[in-house]
């Protein structure tokens, strides 16, 4: 088997902390296999326009603590067409590229699919997502960041919330995933947690209410994911309470996009490490199409079309532990 002398490395997707300290591991990892590596602007859209950049050692200095992207990330409706995609081979094959790295989420991961099977172009996946819904990983890159981020907020909103007997209803991140909203509920103390895969209701979060107040309670916190189907949004769950919990000042925090900036924590810097190096080992013994993960703190390989079928399960201990903590 010919052995590979040009890597390209790309970001893709929903920005994610940890992705920066990725690409540097990736280059890093290519310097030492004596590797050359090529930075890819904008994700799929950049591949298409031939936006490149050589990168080495030096080029990722001091970023292993910076959130967001060097890289840059884009949606691309043209790669999406053969058309597209063929640029995007063409491109790569001028250039001399012979395999490459994708860190992003489901969407990034299809289009990688799709593409190795068209042109049977060598491609490692590394999840880069603060929702932490890929299978075969036991965690995202961006995952650990955002839920500090998220439960430092909710302690901060409690600090008001006792304050001013308040209920407050703070909506994180997680449009099809509750792992933010129910890690950070349980982190936080939070006394109701609404997320996607439990569908609780309206009668029985308002009968949680109740409880907490008999019992002493006279602020209250409830987090909510975004993708929660108790209501149409999480204003919608604060005019319902109102109406019918009169006793309480409700007020709406949704913390949004913040989740997704700020410095990376250790975790995700040691992972996103972790997971560069083995996915530039992968494509040098010539695997492709298979995403790196975590599991049992081990570096473990799934195929990418997997991680993306494979699908994802709530914690259900994590569950019975949040129902006992809201006693």
Do not use: W
Request: hydrophobic share 40%.
């Amino acid at each position: 088997m010919k052995k590979i002398k040009k890597i390209a490395v790309m970001t893709s997707g929903g920005d994610s902390p940890g992705m920066n300290a990725a690409i540097r591991s990736v280059v890093r990892a290519c310097a030492y296999y004596r590797v050359s590596c090529i930075g890819i602007y904008r994700g799929y859209e950049g591949l298409i326009e031939g936006d490149f950049i050589e990168l080495t050692a030096r080029s990722v200095n001091n970023i292993i603590n910076k959130g967001g992207t060097i890289l840059k990330s884009a949606r691309s409706e043209e790669f999406r067409t053969k058309e597209g995609r063929a640029k995007a081979y063409e491109h790569l094959k001028e250039n001399e590229i012979e395999a490459m790295v994708v860190i992003g989420g489901d969407g990034s991961f299809t289009g990688a699919v799709i593409f190795n099977e068209e042109y049977k172009f060598p491609i490692i996946g590394i999840p880069g997502t603060i929702d932490n819904d890929i299978f075969g990983t036991t965690h995202t890159l961006g995952f650990d960041t955002a839920l500090n981020t998220a439960v430092e907020a909710i302690d901060k909103i409690r600090d008001t919330a006792s304050s001013h007997n308040r209920l407050f209803f703070v909506e994180v991140m997680g449009r099809d995933a509750g792992f933010i909203a129910l890690n950070a509920g349980v982190g936080a103390g939070a006394e109701e947690i609404l997320i996607p895969e439990e569908d609780l209701g309206l009668d029985r979060m308002l009968e949680s209410l109740k409880k907490s107040r008999r019992t002493g309670k006279s602020s209250s916190i409830v987090v909510v994911a975004e993708g929660d189907k108790s209501g149409k949004n999480v204003y919608q769950l604060a005019e319902y309470v109102e109406e019918n919990l009169q006793e309480y000042d409700v007020r709406v925090s949704v913390l949004g996009h913040m989740q997704r900036g700020g410095s990376p924590s250790c975790f995700d810097r040691v992972l996103a490490s972790r997971l560069g190096v083995k996915s530039v080992e992968l494509l040098l013994d010539g695997k492709t199409n298979l995403m790196v993960g975590l599991k049992n703190n081990e570096v473990i390989s799934t195929s990418i079309a997997e991680a993306i079928k494979g699908g994802h399960s709530i914690n259900q201990e994590l569950l019975r532990v949040s129902d006992i903590m809201t006693t």
